[in-house]
């Protein structure tokens, strides 16, 4: 995707500066062969000099760089630059974006993220509670699309799990007319740029801190894996599901385990599971019963059965038994149901 050599134009840019000043640049940027980065505190250690000295001297050799006879002579490549994130990202593109876009080499990524700092044909903003690092070419559209970002984040509920296409939709939306120059490809990179918005292994968006997006055990995947499947799952399903869906391993009994604690759950039926979020009453026939009573009045057996069992999978019978219970409920001279006082 580049036409030069990152590591061979960064060695020729610094041989231009003094031993010491191409010494601390190789260093903060892990240049060297090793790759590795130290911290301006570890540099002035070694020098015997204090981190802002560290950091007068670093930023000596970038401008010393930046006015060398050499960098003009390879001006031609930081144009090249500059096109590329016009055209990956129409002006404006997260910074991990654009390394993973250049390349996978660590010690490459170094060199290359050497010379975006080095060169000015194109701007950095540092990362916030709102946006990651991220690098423009033209700050209009840079403010546009951040702008565009932060209304899209709060357009959206904390539990919401939306389609990429939706995303994508909402997001057009927000960039008045900038969206029709730009192809999809374009606004997801612009997506990325974002700390508050992100999508879950199963490829949904949402809040970025929320635990449908930021997966981190099996209580989330098995959410994910019920409300993909979108009606109620045995938990012998879903730990099919987890280890098919996400390759996770996914014990059944540790499933059924995280499943009865996590209140997102709800069981309806001997083993079975559904989300709280479908309206499922929580606890057991009897509470099902009650609430049904509570909220409806008097109602025929019949009546009783058909809301039950849209709540719990279970025997006719078994609802009937329920009903038994002198305790929390009687039986009308009319034949219906209702609740005992």
Do not use: C
């Not at 033209?138 to 565009?148: G, P």
């Not at 994508?168 to 997801?188: G, P, V, Y």
């Not at 959410?223 to 987890?242: N, Q, T």
């Not at 019963?289 to 849209?310: F, H, M």
Request: hydrophobic fraction near 35%; aromatic fraction near 8%; avoid cysteine.
């Amino acid at each position: 995707m580049i036409t030069f050599k990152p590591k061979q134009v960064t060695k020729t840019l610094l041989e231009v500066l003094p031993d010491r000043a191409r010494d601390i640049l190789e260093k903060r940027y892990g240049l060297g062969k090793d790759g590795e980065t130290y911290t301006l505190e570890a540099i002035g250690q070694s020098y015997g000099i204090t981190r802002e000295r560290v950091r007068q001297i670093e930023n000596y050799g970038i401008q010393s760089i930046q006015k060398s006879d050499e960098y003009k002579k390879q001006y031609d490549l930081f144009i090249e630059m500059q096109k590329l994130i016009d055209q990956l990202g129409g002006g404006v593109i997260a910074e991990h974006v654009l390394l993973d876009e250049l390349s996978d080499d660590p010690l490459v990524r170094n060199h290359i993220y050497f010379l975006l700092v080095v060169g000015d044909p194109f701007y950095k903003n540092k990362e916030n509670p709102h946006f990651s690092h991220r690098w423009y070419t033209e700050k209009k559209i840079a403010e546009t699309v951040e702008e565009a970002l932060k209304k899209v984040y709060k357009g959206l509920n904390p539990d919401d799990l939306i389609s990429e296409s939706e995303i994508l939709s909402r997001f057009r939306e927000e960039l008045i007319d900038i969206a029709d120059r730009h192809d999809e490809e374009a606004l997801k990179r612009w997506l990325s740029i974002s700390k508050q918005i992100d999508r879950n292994p199963l490829g949904d968006w949402g809040h970025a801190d929320s635990p449908n997006i930021r997966v981190k055990g099996i209580r989330d995947y098995a959410y994910l894996a019920v409300k993909r499947h979108g009606s109620p799952m045995h938990f012998r399903e879903v730990a099919e599901a987890i280890s098919d869906l996400f390759d996770h391993d996914a014990h059944v009994a540790t499933t059924h385990n995280e499943l009865i604690k996590d209140d997102r759950f709800v069981l309806v039926g001997r083993g079975l599971y559904a989300l709280s979020e479908w309206g499922y009453t929580a606890g057991v026939v009897k509470d099902v019963l009650r609430q049904i009573l509570e909220s409806e009045g008097p109602l025929s057996k019949d009546e009783i059965i058909d809301k039950v069992r849209k709540e719990r999978y279970v025997k006719d019978n078994t609802i009937m038994v329920n009903l038994q219970d002198t305790n929390l409920f009687k039986k009308l001279a009319n034949g219906t149901y209702t609740l005992a006082s």
